[in-house]
């Protein structure tokens, strides 16, 4: 799977953000046509990477990236890296950074990749932060969501200036 670093017709850069969906590609496919002409592409960073995967191929216009994530095996990496409008954008599941019991090891290990944002999953709760120099995004989950959160995604967008920003949504 490739990617286009350049901005697009829109301007800017907007990439679809899942994570933890578990085996449910409904919500991913009911995301991506929703999105269908407003996203460049879609990441999903892992327990589900392979469901990301399934529904590709019915949308060809879209660029696809995917985290193996926790007992998932080797579905895909286990990190990648993709430089997108000049930024350095680093998508990690985060369990092995024990995101679940602190998000400090996650955020030195960003800044120690010198990333200009960080992706990851694996709590099932959604945040977004900044932390030095680093946007950091988890989309909570969009299929089995933590007690108390509603099904969750984001939206990561680059301007066409380099600055980088997001939206946590929720699936209605």
Same mark, same amino acid.
């Given at each position: 799977?490739? =990617?286009?670093?350049? /901005?697009?017709s &829109?301007?800017g =850069?907007?990439? $679809?953000?899942?994570s933890? /969906?578990h085996g449910d590609? +409904?919500?991913i &496919?009911k995301?991506?046509?929703?999105? !269908?002409?407003?996203?460049?592409? +879609?990441? #999903?960073l892992?327990?589900?990477?392979a469901d %990301? %995967?399934?529904?590709?191929?019915?949308?060809?216009?879209?660029? =696809?990236y995917?985290? !193996?994530?926790f007992?998932?095996?080797?579905?895909?990496?286990?990190?990648?890296?993709?430089?997108?409008?000049?930024?350095?954008?680093?998508? /990690? #599941?985060?369990?092995?950074h #024990?995101?679940?019991a602190s %998000?400090?090891?996650?955020?030195y290990?960003a800044?120690?990749k010198?990333a200009?944002?960080c992706l990851?999953g694996?709590? #099932?709760? +959604?945040?977004?932060? /900044?932390?030095?120099?680093? =946007?950091?995004?988890?989309?909570?989950s969009v299929?089995?969501p933590?007690?108390g959160? +509603?099904?969750?995604y984001?939206?990561?967008?680059? !301007?066409?200036?380099g600055?980088i !920003?997001?939206?946590?949504?929720?699936? $209605?």
């Amino acid at each position: 799977m490739g =990617f286009r670093p350049d /901005t697009n017709s &829109r301007g800017g =850069f907007t990439l $679809l953000v899942v994570s933890d /969906t578990h085996g449910d590609c +409904a919500p991913i &496919r009911k995301l991506l046509r929703l999105y !269908s002409g407003k996203i460049d592409a +879609a990441a #999903h960073l892992g327990d589900g990477a392979a469901d %990301l %995967l399934r529904v590709a191929g019915d949308f060809p216009k879209i660029i =696809f990236y995917a985290v !193996s994530g926790f007992g998932e095996g080797a579905v895909c990496d286990a990190e990648k890296t993709i430089f997108v409008c000049g930024k350095k954008i680093l998508m /990690t #599941h985060g369990h092995m950074h #024990h995101v679940k019991a602190s %998000l400090e090891r996650i955020a030195y290990y960003a800044m120690e990749k010198e990333a200009d944002a960080c992706l990851f999953g694996h709590t #099932h709760m +959604a945040a977004m932060f /900044t932390e030095g120099p680093v =946007f950091f995004m988890n989309p909570g989950s969009v299929g089995r969501p933590a007690a108390g959160q +509603a099904p969750g995604y984001g939206l990561l967008r680059i !301007s066409d200036g380099g600055v980088i !920003s997001g939206k946590l949504l929720q699936i $209605l």
